[in-house]
């Protein structure tokens, strides 16, 4: 995948004037935050579950390593294999492996944000394999070559006249001139042509959502049950999963899995919550024979116990995303990878570095929203700012702004400078605004990030500090 | 060693992980049984209210639950009803009087050939099969989930290759929790998991094209669950 | 947020007043008017002429080493008071939930940093939550929706209490806005670094602000409110934006609604 979070700013704008966008961006910010809304309504012990839920993770990212290793002595304990990988470029080489003793030719994908991450598709293709996305949405994308727009719904900035078009233009084995203008036709076509390549595979990857320690178990979330056909019918099941997916028991497993689907979709439960330990047994009437775990790094032990720790704990659900107005605004393709909203903004200039995603954490208001509904009690604008920090620090981003600001806090720390300063420019400005004679300006110099589109105030004239020491009301 | 070789790839990531922590033999230890411990004790954390109740009550809840979720459930009274029952939601639903089913104890011991006209196969499914039988080891009352686990009487294939999945569901095995259900199928397996075990809550579905959510997008498009009475309680 | 701890309140409790920057110096109505509510509630009011800037946009920008020096210079100005009130839920989140995290480092100060926030309240909050016998004797023929701004609503609790004060006011018709809580797009330099995504949340709320057929937007954050009014005059709305301290102190009469008045 194509990295443009560097281009944020021109993402944005044609997120801004993609039509087909935004109809599909106003129903999902209303429909997700209401969903979960009822959800959380039927559920009275919705704020305790997510308290476990917080402590479960906080427990878990205090103890990591002996997790992991507990975990993977599980995993091989049930006839299964771990593979360690520091980053992207070696969990590629440990999946192409595999898949080449496999003697893969196609491999089918459930969903998984870490293969992205770590460009595993790209990969096999570079290497004669055909990876298959079978998650409807991404299944979608990766016929158009585009990278997801939502975590959950990856397909979700598209009409489905535009599914239509792709589906005319890569299914030629059909009639060009079906009708596909319901849904459902769109549907039941992608579920024909996937259902073959499902029985095919030589082998299927899938994320997990989770990684038990207790149990050495991985655990998939789907709606479509594309995850289950993906790893139970090839010969070979490769998980693919980051460090900090692993938790204690099963019984903390479904903790978590109370507040993922209502925080996502709205949804109680997913449709499909599947717990895979090893291969098929002995005595199994289907499943895989090999089963192998990657577990990837990627820059998460660097998180650990600094000030982007409690990142860790994001459960990829996607509440934050549903409720962000700048995701409701642009969409996910502004950020430019496959992370977005507040849960990207915060986790890509980890993983890519702050030069490359300088925006992403400045393209912010700070409402707060994403905060109050990430079941994991994240304090993403906290970390957002963290990255301003860090920005400013480094001395990235706009010189002017940066002066401009400068200016400012100079005198805002010198209130003696301060007062006249400010009685001078307030009067100015008033003296404009009164030639003016609206009230208000339509254009300033200087002012242009505002006066673009909105008008501005002309000051009263007089500051408040001022007319108060004057004794005026 | 070489950055290839897995042994230094995997101490290589746990070195990084460590460098967070106080790894003197004295932490270290302390962590690992702190783990150990809390692996042991297999705690529940909050348990919703919701799924309480006698069996009743919580089978009321299951049913709700799943109708919710677009499953449909019908009430079985004798195992021997079963084939009844099956080749009522076949024909119910214009399909073809044939079914792939596991070759589970409760099955097994029908007088399937009561209904001649039901063709039963036995097994694991490649595809082919419109309709399938399962036999789930458990459901959970809390989201009218059905619980099913591989096995030689369980093959999982029948959970998400046929158009059709019909569920038998005895009373006896239906828990009201996800916690209820985890320490039966631990009691089952004398505590080593099966390789699959799924929680399936209402048949398959998307909303990718358009937000418009639709039934069978990979799995089965409908999900009908027997409710068989055999009448212990759990 | 977590509940303040009852403070011990000596008769009259001698209140700061923090204006706020863009209060200070775009609007003095707004200062006027929480003083004057103030005083009917019984405080002892004083406008410390060395306050400045709460310093929302150094932290905000990165600038800790700005922040810091500004909100010492808060602290300097304020400490001495029973209470700290500002017409501002996000300067006022600025005071007690942020400049902690400033000076985490610093444990002497920190505490009397703490201390500072601790005695530190929106006016509408400090209204109804602290002085809760005062009086609202105002008179607004009309209809008003009010804007929940972000950080006064998730960091300082604001939500009932201007709604309450409102009911108070004789003649005025509350009406909600589908989305009151959602940003208005403003969050400080955010506004003009990124004007594009900005616009675009202020036009879903003006679009949701006239659809509640208000004569009058009310709101207790300034910042939203010369964004949303900007907004609103650049899409010639006739509907009119006020910051709520002018309408429960029943001066709307002297002065023109933000971004002023158009003839009828």
């Given amino acids: 995948m194509q990295v443009t979070s560097r281009s944020f700013v021109a993402n944005a704008k044609k997120g801004l004037a993609d039509a087909n966008l935004q109809t599909a961006l106003a129903r999902l910010s209303t429909g997700f935050p209401m969903a979960r809304l009822a959800a959380i309504d039927r559920m009275p012990e919705f704020e305790r579950l997510r308290d476990d839920a917080v402590a479960i993770k906080d427990h878990t990212l205090a103890n990591l390593d002996a997790y992991l290793e507990r975990y993977e002595e599980k995993v091989i304990e049930s006839g299964g294999h771990v593979h360690w990988a520091a980053d992207g470029q070696q969990a590629r080489d440990i999946v192409l492996q595999i898949c080449r003793d496999a003697g893969a030719r196609t491999v089918t994908k459930g969903k998984s944000m870490i293969t992205e991450e770590a460009g595993i598709n790209e990969h096999l293709e570079a290497n004669g394999i055909e990876p298959i996305e079978t998650d409807l949405g991404e299944y979608i994308i990766q016929l158009r070559d585009e990278p997801p727009s939502h975590i959950i719904a990856p397909a979700i900035h598209l009409s489905k006249e535009q599914v239509a078009d792709t589906f005319v233009a890569e299914h030629t084995d059909f009639a060009p001139d079906r009708d596909l203008t319901d849904p459902r036709t769109l549907l039941e076509e992608a579920r024909a042509i996937l259902r073959r390549k499902f029985i095919a595979a030589d082998v299927g990857i899938t994320g997990a959502n989770m990684l038990i320690a207790e149990t050495g178990t991985s655990v998939i979330v789907t709606n479509e049950g594309n995850g289950d056909l993906t790893q139970t019918l090839p010969k070979t099941h490769i998980v693919v999963a980051s460090i900090e997916k692993v938790v204690p028991t099963l019984e903390d497993a479904t903790t978590i899995l109370r507040v993922l689907a209502r925080s996502a979709t709205g949804q109680e439960m997913a449709v499909y919550n599947t717990f895979s330990t090893g291969p098929r047994r002995p005595d199994d009437l289907d499943g895989p024979e090999n089963y192998h775990v990657v577990i990837l790094d990627n820059g998460r032990s660097d998180m650990l116990g600094g000030e982007f720790n409690d990142m860790l704990r994001c459960i990829k659900c996607s509440a934050c995303i549903n409720h962000c107005p700048v995701y409701k605004a642009v969409g996910g393709h502004a950020y430019g990878w496959c992370y977005s909203g507040p849960m990207g903004a915060v986790l890509v200039p980890g993983l890519l570095g702050l030069a490359e995603a300088h925006d992403l954490p400045q393209a912010s208001s700070f409402c707060g929203r994403c905060e109050d509904v990430c079941p994991m009690r994240i304090p993403l604008p906290r970390m957002l700012r963290a990255w301003r920090t860090k920005s400013y620090e480094q001395g990235l981003g706009s010189k002017t702004s940066r002066a401009g600001l400068g200016v400012w806090a100079y005198f805002a720390r010198r209130p003696l400078l301060y007062r006249p300063l400010m009685r001078l420019g307030v009067a100015a400005l008033a003296a404009l605004g009164a030639f003016r004679g609206r009230g208000r300006f339509s254009w300033l110099p200087l002012a242009g990030g505002w006066t673009t589109s909105r008008d501005l105030p002309v000051p009263e004239g007089r500051t408040f500090v001022e007319q108060w020491k004057r004794g005026q009301r | ?234 | 947020m977590a509940e303040q701890p009852p403070i011990d309140r000596p008769t009259p409790p001698h209140v700061g007043l923090f204006a706020t920057c863009l209060v200070d110096l775009m609007r003095p109505s707004v200062g006027f008017a929480t003083a004057r509510l103030l005083e009917a509630a019984g405080c002892r009011v004083s406008v410390p002429e060395s306050q400045t800037c709460c310093g929302q946009p150094a932290y905000n920008a990165g600038d800790a080493t700005d922040a810091r020096a500004i909100a010492l210079n808060t602290l300097a100005a304020f400490e001495a008071f029973d209470y700290v009130v500002a017409p501002s839920g996000s300067c006022a989140a600025m005071i007690r939930v942020h400049y902690p995290r400033l000076f985490a480092d610093d444990p002497e100060i920190l505490q009397r940093i703490q201390a500072l926030g601790k005695k530190t309240y929106e006016l509408t909050s400090f209204l109804k939550d602290i002085m809760d016998t005062v009086e609202i004797n105002a008179n607004f023929n009309g209809k008003a929706t009010y804007h929940d701004a972000c950080s006064g609503l998730r960091e300082m609790a604001v939500k009932e209490q201007p709604r309450a004060l409102l009911g108070d006011v004789e003649g005025l018709e509350l009406v909600e806005a589908a989305e009151s809580e959602a940003c208005c797009g403003f969050g400080g330099l955010f506004s003009v670094k990124y004007p594009d995504i900005s616009t675009k949340m202020v036009s879903d709320k003006t679009d949701v602000l006239i659809a509640t057929g208000a004569d009058m937007v009310l709101g207790g954050d300034l910042g939203c409110l010369m964004n949303i009014a900007g907004r609103l005059k650049r899409r010639g709305s006739t509907l009119e934006v006020r910051h709520v301290a002018e309408v429960l102190a029943d001066m709307t009469a002297d002065v023109p609604p933000i971004a002023g008045k158009d003839k009828a």
């Fill in chain 2, 1 to 234: 060693m070489k950055p290839s070789n897995p042994d230094f790839r995997r101490s290589n990531v746990l070195g990084n992980i460590r460098k967070s922590f106080d790894n003197s033999d004295k932490a270290k230890s302390d962590r690992f049984a702190a783990v150990d411990a809390r692996i042991r004790a297999q705690r529940p954390n909050v348990v919703p209210a919701r799924a309480s109740g006698d069996a009743k009550a919580l089978l009321a809840l299951f049913i709700t639950q799943a109708e919710q979720a677009s499953a449909t459930t019908a009430r079985v009274d004798d195992p021997n009803d079963l084939p009844q029952a099956v080749l009522a939601y076949l024909t119910a639903n214009a399909l073809p009087p044939r079914l792939k089913a596991a070759p589970h104890a409760v099955l097994e011991n029908i007088a399937w050939s009561k209904q001649p006209s039901l063709d039963m196969t036995f097994g694991a499914t490649l595809g082919d099969d419109e309709a399938a039988l399962s036999v789930a080891f458990s459901g959970v009352a809390e989201t009218g989930t059905l619980v099913l686990h591989s096995g030689p009487e369980s093959p999982t294939t029948l959970n998400f290759l046929p158009d059709h999945h019909l569920v038998v569901l005895r009373t006896s095995v239906l828990a009201g929790t996800y916690e209820a259900a985890w320490s039966a199928l631990r009691n089952a397996g004398n505590g080593a998991m099966p390789r699959t075990v799924n929680w399936v809550t209402g048949p398959s579905r998307s909303g990718d094209i358009d937000q418009t959510l639709l039934m069978g997008a990979h799995g089965p498009r409908s999900l009908h669950i027997l409710i068989l009475d055999d009448k212990k309680t759990i």
